[in-house]
């Protein structure tokens, strides 16, 4: 339970024990198209539905798809021929694509539409004969799907440590971008000191940061400054959960967790822990978060006073490929009602 606020509260060092619950948190517009995706592919599809990688970087996600009859793999090798397969909400490079199409396989892309963006800027740049600079993290599902649209052009930076060791044809033709997922601060920096070896640097022509992972990050910075301890929801191949345990201990926290499940909390880090705050990744079901708060309930904590930094209503619509499935058998079904209908009026 959760009293909204809609602004900071200020903390008397004099109260009682305290939950701040940050707002916004959970799941972003891209994890709920991939996962509905799924959910939807398996109605009309029947099981098994196949899914190359996690769809999300969840593992009580991936769990529940898995119960429904989703099965997940890391290569499309593992697909039989002809099967549906879904691609996860991180993206995949065109060279996926052709095999998939080579094996005959039904492909649903659930790609998330700012990662697609940063795709067609990959694109773009390398059109122009641009050197792109990839911020992001080594063998992250999404570098490896952007890196794969213009593989020739672009090279992976993982840190302003990096820099140093960059070369590139010309130096006044030189681009960036980044993975979506990563902490805002740490990115910036990265991009200044690229900035500072190559000052015609061209940037995208929006923060490849996604909406909300800058939201997310946002929001913990602001229930983190006064909090003894940060409870962030998330699993830990979720490069946005990290990155919110990191951006939370910057921001003032005493210390920072992250946990799948309410279980996985220590009681050791409760010890002498008045302010408690949380939070969960952008691939976090908020079912993850009401446990985390019923664990602090049952020791003595109060309701969460909700911390407001943003509001969020965007909403991409399902992949076509499934939406056009899903009209056709719609259009049957209505089909066979009205049949049905006339045969019993004969």
């Known amino acids: 339970m959760t009293t909204d606020l809609g602004i900071p509260p200020v903390l008397d060092p004099a109260d009682a024990k305290s939950v701040l619950l940050a707002a916004p948190r959970g799941y972003c517009a891209g994890v709920d198209r991939a996962v509905i995706t799924v959910e939807k592919a398996l109605d009309l599809y029947g099981a098994p539905v196949y899914v190359r990688k996690e769809i999300v970087h969840n593992k009580h996600v991936v769990a529940t798809l898995q119960d429904r009859g989703a099965i997940f793999v890391e290569e499309l090798d593992e697909v039989p021929a002809g099967a549906t397969v879904v691609f ?19 492909t649903i892309d659930a790609t998330c539409p700012l990662v697609t963006k940063v795709h067609h800027e990959a694109k773009r ?12 993290h080594a063998g992250h599902e ?4 952007t890196a794969g649209e213009a593989p020739e052009h672009i090279q992976l930076v993982e840190s302003p440590a990096d820099v140093a060791g960059i070369e590139v044809r010309d130096p006044a033709k030189v681009a960036w971008l980044s993975q979506t ?3 805002v601060d740490e990115t910036m920096a990265t991009v200044r000191a690229i900035r500072e070896k190559f000052p015609l640097l061209l940037d995208p022509p929006s923060d490849d940061i996604c909406y909300a992972t800058q939201n997310r990050q946002l929001a913990v910075k602001e229930i983190a400054q006064d909090a003894d301890l940060v409870i962030v929801v998330g699993s830990r191949n979720s490069s946005n959960s990290v990155r919110l345990v990191e951006v939370a201990l910057e921001a003032g926290a005493k210390a920072s967790y992250l946990v799948d499940y309410a279980h996985e ?4 880090w409760l010890e002498g822990v008045t302010n408690v705050s949380v939070t969960s990744g952008a691939s976090v079901p908020e079912e993850l978060v009401e446990g985390v708060l019923a664990f602090l309930a049952e020791r003595g904590y109060p309701d969460a006073r909700a911390v407001q930094s943003a509001e969020e209503s965007l909403i991409f619509a399902l992949p076509p490929e499934l939406r056009r499935d899903i009209r056709a058998a719609q259009q049957a079904a209505q089909v066979a009602a009205n049949e049905s209908a006339g045969q019993e009026t004969r």
Request: hydrophobic share 45%.
């Open 88 to 106: 996860s909400a991180h993206g995949v490079s065109p060279a996926v694509h052709a095999e998939a199409a080579e094996r005959s396989l039904k």
């Open 125 to 136: 740049f390398a059109a122009d004969d641009y050197d792109i600079l990839l911020i992001g």
């Open 142 to 145: 999404e570098v490896e799907g």
């Open 181 to 183: 997922t990563l902490s």
């Open 265 to 268: 909390i220590d009681e050791a």
